[in-house]
């Protein structure tokens, strides 16, 4: 904000959770690991990453018009 941007403070529930690659929903512990295998596709992620992608999927609607 301080250097003219604009701030978008979102919700994303289960963004740890839902798999960003294949959207597979899949509830886990993310406390009981950082990492995490999807049972859909096999793609074994890091849990920051994903939730990381995940909200930039829900953000770029948003910033597209």
Known sequence: EMRGGA???R???????DCALCG???R?????SILHTC???RAQVDQD???CQNRL????PSVQG
């Open 7 to 9: 701030v978008v403070k």
């Open 11 to 17: 919700s994303v529930p289960f963004a740890t959770q």
């Open 57 to 60: 999927v829900e953000y770029q």
């Open 24 to 26: 597979s929903k899949e």
């Open 39 to 41: 049972s859909n596709c």
């Open 28 to 32: 886990w512990s993310p406390a009981e």
């Open 49 to 51: 990453w994903q939730n």
